[in-house]
T-cell receptor, first 110, second 115 residues
Framework: DAKTTQPTSMDCAEGRAANLPCNHSTISGNEYVYWYRQIHSQGPQYIIHGLKNNETNEMASLIITEDRKSSTLILPHATLRDTAVYYC???????????FGTGTRLQVFP | DVKVTQSSRYLVKRTGEKVFLECVQD?????MFWYRQDPGLGLRLIYF???????EKGDIPEGYSVSREKKERFSLILESASTNQTSMYLCASSVRGFRLNYGYTFGSGTRLTVV
C-alpha cells in the first residue's frame, strides 16, 4: 500500500493561503489521492480528491505533481475554523479502503 | 441531517466485559468501516465490510470481531474488553467502487474507556 508523509504540524495566519504538502512517492498509476480533515472531537470530513489533474472545489484546491509523487492541498483564505488535522491518503488500488496516517495539525492564528 | 450514527458518544466498560459498538447509516451505502484513533497513531482500520454478511480484516483486527446482518448496520464487538482497547472508535460508510466521489462519511465517534 502506498504510504504518505506529511509534516506533523503547520501554522497559518488567518486570511492567508494554507499550503499543506504530502509525499506519496510509491503511489501507483491508478491510485487516487484523497484529503480529509478532522476538527477536534468530530469524525474526519472529506475535502477533495484527485488522480492526475489539479482539482478545485468550494473548500480547497489540490495540486498533484506531474510525476504524482507529491501533492499540495491549498486552502486559499484560511479561517480560524480551518484549524484541524489534515490527512493525505492514497486510496488502495481496486479497493475502497483508505489507509490514514497521522496527518498534519494545522493551526490558524488571528 | 445525521447520516452515520454511532450509538454512544461515551462508553465506560469493565475489563473482561463483552462490548458492542453500533453504527447505522441511512445512505444505502454498500461499504462500512471501523477505525480506532489513538494519539500519535492516527486512524487505524480494524475491519470493513463490502456487503451484508461480508467482512474483511483491516490492519489491527486482533481482539475485535464484527457483524453486518443488515445493510445499514455494522457492529464492532470486543469479545473481552481490555484496557489497551481504550480508544476513540470511528465508523464510516461509502458507496462501492469508482463511484467513490466523496469517499467516506464518518460518524462522530465513540470514546470507549475500559477500566
Amino acid at each position: 500500500d502506498a504510504k504518505t508523509t506529511q509534516p506533523t504540524s503547520m501554522d497559518c495566519a488567518e486570511g492567508r493561503a494554507a499550503n499543506l504538502p504530502c509525499n506519496h512517492s510509491t503511489i501507483s498509476g491508478n491510485e487516487y489521492v484523497y484529503w480529509y480533515r478532522q476538527i477536534h472531537s468530530q469524525g474526519p470530513q472529506y475535502i477533495i480528491h484527485g488522480l492526475k489533474n489539479n482539482e478545485t472545489n468550494e473548500m480547497a484546491s489540490l495540486i498533484i505533481t506531474e510525476d504524482r509523487k507529491s501533492s499540495t492541498l491549498i486552502l486559499p483564505h484560511a479561517t480560524l475554523r480551518d484549524t484541524a488535522v489534515y490527512y493525505c491518503i492514497v486510496r488502495v488500488y481496486n479497493t475502497d479502503k483508505l489507509i490514514f496516517g497521522t496527518g498534519t495539525r494545522l493551526q490558524v492564528f488571528p | 441531517d445525521v447520516k452515520v450514527t454511532q450509538s454512544s458518544r461515551y462508553l465506560v466498560k469493565r475489563t473482561g466485559e463483552k462490548v458492542f459498538l453500533e453504527c447505522v447509516q441511512d445512505m444505502d451505502h454498500e461499504n462500512m468501516f471501523w477505525y480506532r484513533q489513538d494519539p500519535g497513531l492516527g486512524l487505524r482500520l480494524i475491519y470493513f465490510s463490502y456487503d451484508v454478511k461480508m467482512k474483511e480484516k483491516g490492519d489491527i483486527p486482533e481482539g475485535y470481531s464484527v457483524s453486518r446482518e443488515k445493510k445499514e448496520r455494522f457492529s464492532l464487538i470486543l469479545e473481552s474488553a481490555s484496557t489497551n482497547q481504550t480508544s476513540m472508535y470511528l465508523c464510516a460508510s461509502s458507496v462501492r467502487g469508482f463511484r467513490l466521489n466523496y469517499g467516506y462519511t464518518f460518524g462522530s465517534g465513540t470514546r470507549l474507556t475500559v477500566v
